[in-house]
C-alpha cells in the first residue's frame, strides 16, 4: 500500500475521505463525513490512520470538533470579535499552602473554581479523616432544603451560622421574594466567609472545606486569603460549562436545556467571572508556598490509551503488519487495567483489521 507523506496527496485521493481543521461551513462538513461513513471498513482505517498523522484525532473526532467549533462560532460567539485563548485552554491546578492543611498547621481551605470544573474532585485530595466540606451553592434558599436539625448533621460551622449572626438568612423561597438583592445574595456570603474564619480559629481540632464560585464573585481582593489554603482549578471556562452540562444531562433533561440556553445567553458574564479567578490566579502564582499540578482525569487517561491502540491497529493495518496487530491483540487481552468495554473494542478492532489484511 502506498503510503502518502504530504497532506494534499491524501485530499487528493478520492478513495479518502478526510476532515481537516480548515472547513469552513456545516454542509462541507457533513458532506465529508457521510462520505467517510460509506467507504468500506479497510478504507475507514486507512482515512484514520492519515487523520491521526496529520490532525492527531481520528476522522469521527475531527468530526465532532469540527462540528463543535463551527456551531461555536455561529451562535455563542458570532457577536465577539475573538474568542481569548484563556478561554478555551486549561491551565495547571494551583495548590497554596496545601502542605500546612494537610499537616494540620492550617485548618481552613478555600476551593475556587467554574462550575463542573471539578473542585469536588480536588477537594479529595487533601488529607484528614474530620473535614468539614461545605458548598456555598447551599446557602441561598437553605430552609427550603434544611431544617436546622438537619443543619447539625451538614456541618457544625454551617449550624452555628444559622443558629447565630447569620440567623437573618435561614429563609427559603417564600421570604427571599420580600427581602432586596443588596440585603441577601450580596451580603451571605461575604458575612459567612468571615464568620468561617473566625470559627475555624476557634475550633483548630477539626478541618474545614469551602467549595464556591461565591468566592471569588464576592471577594475582589484576593489577598483576604493569604493566611489559609487556597486551592484553583486550572480547568477553562469552556470544558467546565461542558462538564456542567453534560452532568446535568444524566440527571434530568430540561434542565441541560435550560444550562445550554442559560449558557448562550450569559457568555459575557461567564467571561468577566474567568477574569476574577484570573485575578485570583496571579495573585498566588508567585506565592513561595503555590505548587502547581496538571489535572488528572483517570477516565479521560483510559480513553486516551484506548484510542492510542486503537490508531496503533490502523497504523499497523496501513503497513501490512500483522505481528504487530497480533502484538496488540495479546496486551490487551493480559492488560488488568483496561475496563472490559475497551478491552473487547480493542480486541474486536484487532480481529477486524487481521481479517481484512488476510482478505486483501
Not at 500546612?100 to 467554574?114: P, T
Not at 466567609?193 to 475550633?203: P, T
Not at 483576604?224 to 452532568?247: P, Q
Amino acid at each position: 500500500m502506498e503510503k502518502y507523506m504530504d497532506l494534499n496527496e491524501v485530499l487528493r485521493d478520492p478513495s479518502l475521505a478526510i476532515i481537516t481543521d480548515s472547513i469552513a461551513t456545516q454542509s462541507e462538513l457533513n458532506r465529508i463525513y457521510v462520505r467517510y461513513k460509506v467507504l468500506p471498513k479497510r478504507q475507514r482505517r486507512v482515512c484514520n490512520y492519515y487523520s491521526n498523522k496529520f490532525f492527531g484525532r481520528s476522522v469521527t473526532e475531527m468530526y465532532f470538533l469540527q462540528k463543535s467549533r463551527l456551531r461555536a462560532e455561529s451562535q455563542v460567539f458570532g457577536d465577539l470579535q475573538q474568542l481569548n485563548e484563556k478561554y478555551a485552554v486549561s491551565e495547571p491546578d494551583l495548590y497554596y499552602k496545601v502542605d500546612r492543611f494537610n499537616s494540620g498547621d492550617i485548618n481552613l481551605c478555600f476551593i475556587l473554581g467554574h462550575s463542573g470544573s471539578g473542585k469536588s474532585v480536588m477537594a479529595r485530595t487533601l488529607e484528614g479523616d474530620d473535614i468539614d466540606h461545605i458548598e456555598l451553592d447551599d446557602m441561598l434558599l437553605i430552609k427550603d432544603h434544611f431544617t436546622m436539625e438537619e443543619l447539625k448533621g451538614y456541618s457544625d460551622m454551617f449550624w452555628s451560622f444559622f443558629a447565630g449572626e447569620g440567623k437573618k438568612y435561614y429563609i427559603g423561597a417564600e421570604e427571599r421574594n420580600t427581602i432586596p438583592k443588596e440585603e441577601y445574595e450580596d451580603k451571605v456570603f461575604i458575612d459567612f466567609v468571615h464568620f468561617a474564619m473566625d470559627y475555624a480559629a476557634q475550633h483548630r481540632e477539626k478541618k474545614y472545606l469551602i467549595d464556591g464560585i461565591w468566592i471569588y464573585l464576592y471577594f475582589d481582593d484576593p489577598s483576604v486569603f493569604a493566611d489559609y489554603t487556597v486551592l484553583i482549578k486550572g480547568t477553562s471556562f469552556l470544558k467546565s460549562k461542558s462538564r456542567a452540562m453534560k452532568r446535568e444531562m444524566h440527571r434530568d433533561r430540561e434542565e441541560l436545556q435550560n444550562r445550554k440556553q442559560m449558557f448562550g445567553r450569559e457568555v459575557r458574564n461567564y467571561l468577566l467571572d474567568e477574569d476574577k479567578i484570573d485575578a485570583f490566579r496571579k495573585y498566588y502564582a508567585d506565592k513561595p508556598e503555590t505548587e502547581f499540578r496538571a489535572e488528572e482525569d483517570e477516565a479521560e487517561k483510559a480513553r486516551e490509551e484506548a484510542v492510542k491502540e486503537l490508531n496503533s491497529i490502523d497504523s499497523c493495518f496501513v503497513d501490512g503488519d500483522a505481528e504487530g496487530i497480533r502484538a496488540i491483540l495479546k496486551k490487551a487481552e493480559a492488560d488488568p487495567k483496561l475496563s472490559t468495554w475497551n478491552r473487547l473494542r480493542i480486541i474486536n478492532e484487532c480481529n477486524s483489521a487481521l481479517l481484512e489484511l488476510h482478505m486483501q
